[in-house]
Nanobody, 127 residues
């Protein structure tokens, strides 16, 4: 079973930055495709970005392209979401997700493609 623990959320002013981390355990980190999603009150869970285990490709949701960056620290079994130029509309609970056994260069972008989820961390951007 894969366990995911997010950290790094908080309150920040518009234009500021936050760095979210997700520590994975229970499986070899290199066997996992990793992703970030977010969910604001009353809205569906939205794809933020992901990184494929094969080839290390990244992909981002349209609303965060150019502002958010995903990376991994394989030594720490951690995926990082660097969020810059934050906007009030980025306010949401951010979830880390993982899947295993995928044999694709493509980044998984939908909720149903990920089998494992963290508990979420709140990000609030004030105007």
């Amino acid at each position: 079973q894969v366990q995911l623990v997010e950290s790094g959320g908080g309150l920040v002013q518009a234009g500021g930055s936050l760095r979210l981390s997700c520590a994975a355990s229970g499986r070899t980190f290199s066997s996992l495709d990793m992703g970030w999603f977010r969910q604001a009150p009353g809205k569906e869970r939205e794809f933020v970005g992901g990184i494929s285990r094969i080839g290390g490709r990244t992909r981002y949701g349209d609303s965060v392209k150019g502002r958010f960056t995903i990376s991994t620290d394989n030594a720490k079994n951690t995926v990082i979401l660097q969020m810059n130029s934050l906007k009030p509309e980025d306010t949401a609970v951010y979830y880390c997700a993982a899947d295993e056994g995928r044999f694709s260069f493509l980044v998984a972008t939908t909720v149903s493609e990920y089998a494992h989820w963290g508990q979420g961390t709140q990000v609030t951007v004030s105007s």
